[in-house]
């Protein structure tokens, strides 16, 4: 019965942060007077030169948008405990976003605001999903680390007021996000960090290039110039050269003031970042291409190594460095496995509370005693491909628990008696094959109070058996029964 629960399981659909790709049709110009496609285009190359900063350039100028898009996606409820759902002011209105919620220690905190990559402008449970160490978008290495994090939302997004703009409006709102950030109690002002990766890292990029306010700003795959990103999606005026100008970090690269550092991997956008080095002689811009990685390869160590950076960025004035060996050192660390954002769930009927992983929901089987728990998503990872279920019973004699562990032991098990947070438990582990030669690992928690008792039973394929444990021991850990209801 487990194992044909487990395989309905994998209808779950699936979710994952947007990537960006290059899907348009027609070439567009670049923000220097030519196409994509190299054929030289007449255009005000010197557009840039009239302003004294591209704050100023980007304040005076006024986009034309060609199509209003928007979307009123909600915003999923955050973990209790882990953000808060807010609301921040901006030039459009109210916009939402995730933020850490006060540690209340009375203590000043750095916080570090996330842009994830795509268009969409919304956020959604993203930031706590199952990181993926090969494509983690996440942005979940700085709360694991316990660093202060801010996810916001964009004009357009989660039914917020305006449109996309298309990297150039969202420049706006990002700065809106350091003031609602630096206006929180328990946040350092003087410390507030800004990072992305794709699309967010050349929002980030525009960012530093427009304010100092950030103390140092990381961008993980940022384009040079916009015709780079998915022109398939831009809502502004293509006819008008400014409106590249104005989109494109690389005209502005002077403009920055805050350390800003530019990580990708060589086979994403590293000939984006490389041109941005060979432009700008500042020397508050570091770059580093990595070898044997990709776009999305880079984000799981780099941003590991980031977060321990930034709170080590202790001083007046920051002091944070990265060079090529420490990047190439993260890079070749084993991968981890973090255990994912954790909730309680209640089943009052049985007295029972427990955590688990965020995004498992709770839905009934046809054993009117069981309930499976697992993951709304199907994810190659141990996160979305466990299961848990639980099974009420009443035991059936008063040294039943022993009587359990000894048939554990006669049918494969290794079992042993417990005490689990003052009740007397059975803890037993296995190994489970299926008709078709797949192996499953299997561990079995049974305990009860009084003549109330409850199995969890996990499940996780074996290629997660080591991940999925700690997952299923964290749960078990936090495990309450109380007085039989």
């Known amino acids: 019965m487990f194992l044909g629960l487990l395989a309905a399981l994998l209808t779950v659909s699936c979710g994952a942060p947007q990537t960006d790709k290059n899907t348009g049709s027609a070439p567009p110009k670049t923000a220097s007077g030519q196409t994509k496609n190299g054929q030289a285009e007449p255009g005000p190359s010197d557009f840039a030169g009239r302003y004294e900063s591209f704050a100023q350039a980007h304040d005076a100028f006024t986009t034309t948008l060609t199509r209003e898009e928007n979307n009123d996606y909600s915003v999923p409820a955050p973990p209790e405990g882990l953000f808060d759902l807010v609301s921040y002011p901006s ?176 086979d994403g956008n590293s000939k984006n970042l490389e041109r941005m080095l060979e432009a700008s002689q ?50 070749a660390q084993p991968p981890s496995a973090p255990l994912p954002a954790m909730t309680p769930r209640t089943i009052e009927s049985l007295g029972l509370t427990f955590s688990c992983p965020y995004l498992w929901e709770i839905t009934p089987t046809e054993d009117d005693f069981q309930l499976a728990v697992y993951s709304r998503y199907e994810e190659d990872n141990p996160w979305d491909m466990s299961v848990l279920y639980l099974t009420a019973y009443t035991p059936e004699e008063d040294n039943y628990l022993h009587t359990l562990t000894e048939y554990l032991a006669q049918n494969g098990f290794s ?5 689990l947070n003052g009740l007397p438990a059975v803890d037993g582990a296995t190994m489970l094959q299926s008709d078709d030669g797949e192996t499953f690992y ?36 936090s495990i309450v029964l109380g007085d039989e209801p």
């Not at 079992?415 to 005490?419: L, M, N, R, S, V």
């Not at 003549?451 to 444990?469: K, L, N, R, S, Y």
Request: proline share 4%; net charge negative; hydrophobic share 40%.
């Open 415 to 419: 079992a042993e008696e417990i005490t």
């Open 91 to 266: 030039k459009v209105g109210d916009l939402a976003a995730y933020v850490s919620g006060d540690p209340g220690d009375g203590q000043k905190h750095p916080l570090i605001i996330w842009v994830v990559g795509g268009w969409g402008n919304a956020i959604d449970d993203f930031p706590w999903v199952y990181p993926n160490w090969d494509n983690d978008q996440t942005g979940s290495a700085f709360w694991q680390a316990g660093l202060l994090t801010m996810y916001p939302s964009f004009r357009g997004g989660n039914g917020n007021p305006g449109h996309y703009e298309t990297l150039f409006g969202e420049v706006d709102d990002i700065v809106s996000a350091y003031e609602y950030a630096a206006s929180l109690p328990y946040v350092d002002p003087d410390r507030i960090y800004l990072g992305g990766h794709s699309t967010g890292a050349t929002r980030a990029l525009l960012a530093s290039e427009y304010t100092d306010r950030f103390r140092a700003v990381f961008c993980f795959g940022a384009a040079d110039e916009i015709i780079y990103h998915n022109n398939s999606q831009f809502t502004f005026d293509t006819d008008i050269e400014e409106e590249y100008i104005m989109r494109s970090p690389i005209h502005w690269l002077d403009n920055i003031k805050s350390p800003t550092f530019l990580i990708e991997g060589r």
């Open 442 to 477: 299997q561990r079995y928690i049974a305990l009860q109070n009084g003549t109330t008792g409850v199995d969890f039973t996990f499940i996780v394929h074996e290629d997660f058996q080591e991940e999925g444990d700690a997952i299923f021991q964290a749960v078990i850990d």
């Open 282 to 331: 500042n020397d508050n811009i570091q770059g580093w291409v990595i070898e044997g990685a990709d776009h999305f390869s880079v984000l799981a160590p780099a941003t590991r190594l980031v977060a321990q950076k930034i709170l080590a960025d202790t001083g007046k004035t920051p002091n944070i460095t990265l060079t090529q060996e420490e990047l190439d050192a993260a890079m």
